[in-house]
């Protein structure tokens, strides 16, 4: 490695990302980028954990809160912003720091996007009537019958990736995993870049999940998810689907007790970390598995040294 490009901070959730890529960026004049499908949604920042105003203040932050909720945002709309805010970040000689717990996002950045054709949005409009409060394992048997490939790699309780695939087939007649084969060049070079993945003893992680979550309920979780009930947005958007947010919603409803809400929002949690640790396991394959204690180290004797190199 000659120089270091970017450096690059994946993990589990309530693993201590964001608080190392801040110390990062701010020790290596750096500029933080979101790389987590939930914080880019302006309508979550306490069930997200995203970054506040004096994080903003200690190093620049991109790509965080510029999302409105009722936006299906995706992969391929979060590369396109990714394209414009690196530009931005080389430009001003800054080194960026991307952050996050997406796995596909950090995929898609060191080894492209697979080139899957813009869905139009009366064709979205048209599926997403059609699976309106149909229960996710009927759509997941419909998606079987018109592209068992896809509906084999996806789990019958996903309904945002069933429709997604539903979505593609009613748009193009072809599979969506048809298109994986055919990938984009990625945004950056695996040769020139710092990356790490922050694994974490899994009862450790559970028990700061279990702590984090009751701290966002402190900071104002429900009332965050009371505004979203408000807005009465379509249950499949990502982010109604966001950790907390169904539950929270189930109580202000009356059907379930604040109690029940928070055990089912971090049991909810819980096992997605454990499809973090999975995912990365499989297909981020030239990440850094490290410690969350061994990786900041790692990160200065490493960037410290290449970035003073002429």
Known sequence: MTRV???LIAGP????????????????????????????????????ARPDQEDGTKAPHLLFGHVDGAVNYSAGLWLANVSVALNETRRTGRLPVFVGGTGLYFKALTQ???????????????????AANVPAADLHARLMRCDP????RLRPADP???LRALEVF???????????????APLLDAKDIFAV????EREALKARI????????????LQEAARLRERRLDPALPVMRAHGVPHLIAHLNSEISLDEAARLAKRDTARYAKRQLTFARHQLVSFQWVTPLEAETRAFEVCASVLRSP
């Not at 490939?149 to 084999?152: G, I, S, V």
């Not at 009613?170 to 984009?184: Q, V, Y």
């Not at 993945?197 to 974490?200: G, N, S």
Request: positive net charge; proline residues 2%; contains cysteine.
């Open 13 to 48: 959730t309530a693993s201590g990302k964001s608080a190392l890529a801040l110390r990062l960026a701010c020790a290596f004049g750096g500029v933080v980028i979101n790389a987590d499908s939930m914080q880019v949604y302006r309508d979550l920042c306490v069930l997200t």
């Open 112 to 130: 492209g996007l697979s080139a899957i054709p813009q869905v139009p949005g009366d064709v979205r409009a048209r599926v997403r009537a059609r």
């Open 170 to 184: 009613e748009a193009t007649g072809k599979s969506l995993a048809s298109f994986h084969g055919d990938r984009a």
């Open 149 to 152: 490939a896809t509906a084999a």
């Open 160 to 162: 945002q990736r069933i």
């Open 210 to 221: 279990d702590v984090r979550f009751d701290a966002m309920l402190e900071a104002g979780a």
């Open 197 to 200: 993945f922050l694994a974490t």
């Open 5 to 7: 490009s970017a450096i």
